[in-house]
C-alpha cells in the first residue's frame, strides 16, 4: 500500500499530496488549491506557502539557507535526534510541512541519515513518505556523510 501511496505522490504529475499543519493528510490533487497560494494570474501559479518562498514562489536563498542550518544545528547537538523533537522545539519558526521538507532535502542530499527504531530493530529509511505522530516519535536523525559546512 506504501509503494502505491509513494507513487501516487511522486508521480510526474501527482494525483495526491501529503498536506497538514498540525497532523497528517492525504490530499486529492483535486482539493490541492485549498491548501496553496495563487502568486500568478498570467500564468495561473499555485505554490505551497513555505517561509523560503517570495510572493511569487521563488525561493528566497537566505531564508531556505537559514531554515536548513537551524534543523542541522539541532541535529549537530543533538545526535539521534527524534523528529518529533525537532518539530517541538522549532515550531514557533516552522510549521509539520516546511520541518518535513526540509528533512526530505537534507537527507536526499547527504547532510542526514534517518534510523526508524521499532522496539529493538533500527532501520535505515529510504522511504520518501512523511511520518505521522506516532511515527516521528520512533524517527531519529543522525549526521549524514556530508558536512554541514558544506550547505
Known amino acids: 500500500m506504501a509503494m502505491v501511496v509513494n507513487q501516487m505522490v511522486e508521480a510526474e504529475v501527482p494525483l495526491i499530496h501529503w498536506m497538514g499543519y498540525d497532523s497528517l493528510v492525504l490530499v486529492s490533487s483535486q482539493y490541492l488549491a485549498r491548501w496553496t497560494v495563487v502568486v500568478s494570474e498570467h500564468p495561473f501559479i499555485n505554490a505551497l506557502p513555505r517561509r523560503w518562498l517570495d510572493i511569487r514562489g521563488n525561493r528566497v536563498a537566505d531564508f531556505w539557507q537559514s531554515s536548513l542550518r537551524a534543523v542541522m544545528g539541532l541535529i549537530i547537538f543533538r545526535p539521534g535526534i527524534t523528529q518529533t523533537e525537532i518539530r517541538w522545539r522549532l515550531r514557533a519558526v516552522y510549521d509539520r510541512q516546511e520541518i518535513n521538507d526540509i528533512l526530505r532535502y537534507l537527507q536526499r542530499e547527504g547532510y542526514l541519515r534517518v534510523r526508524v527504531g521499532y522496539s529493538s530493530v533500527w532501520a535505515s529509511c529510504g522511504m520518501d513518505m512523511p511520518f505521522d505522530e506516532g511515527e516521528e516519535r ?7 556523510d556530508k558536512h554541514w559546512y558544506q550547505l
Open 138 to 144: 520512533k524517527v531519529f536523525w543522525f549526521i549524514g
